[in-house]
Nanobody, 120 residues
Framework: QVQLVESGGGWVQPGDSLRLSCAVSGRSLDYYAIGWFRQAPGKEREGVACRSNSDGNTYYADFVRGRFTISRDNTKPTMYLQLNSLKPEDTAIYYC?????????????WGQGTQVIVSS
């Protein structure tokens, strides 16, 4: 079974950037779609981005397209989510997920989450 450990969250000001990391162990990344979800206080969890590692396709929620980028480290089993031009409404716990196949709509594994706070 794959295991996921997120890191890189923190407190930043509006307009700043962060890079979240998701260390993957237990299985090869090649067979998984890795996603990032987030949950803000009092709100439902929502999908942010997804990368299908079998074909390299990426998908983004409309509210982050152009600001966030999901990528894979080719030298180690780690996925990243680059967060640019952060807004207060991006404040949430961000979770890395893994799902066998091409999509991220029904994750099989979740990380523990990393907190992102955007505030002046």
């Amino acid at each position: 079974q794959v295991q996921l450990v997120e890191s890189g969250g923190g407190w930043v000001q509006p307009g700043d950037s962060l890079r979240l990391s998701c260390a993957v162990s237990g299985r090869s990344l090649d067979y998984y779609a890795i996603g990032w979800f987030r949950q803000a206080p009092g709100k439902e969890r929502e999908g942010v981005a997804c990368r299908s590692n079998s074909d390299g396709n990426t998908y983004y929620a409309d509210f982050v397209r152009g600001r966030f980028t999901i990528s894979r480290d080719n030298t180690k089993p780690t996925m990243y989510l680059q967060l640019n031009s952060l807004k207060p409404e991006d404040t949430a716990i961000y979770y890395c997920t893994a799902q066998r196949g091409l999509l991220c709509d029904s994750p099989e594994t979740w990380g523990q989450g990393t907190q992102v706070i955007v505030s002046s």
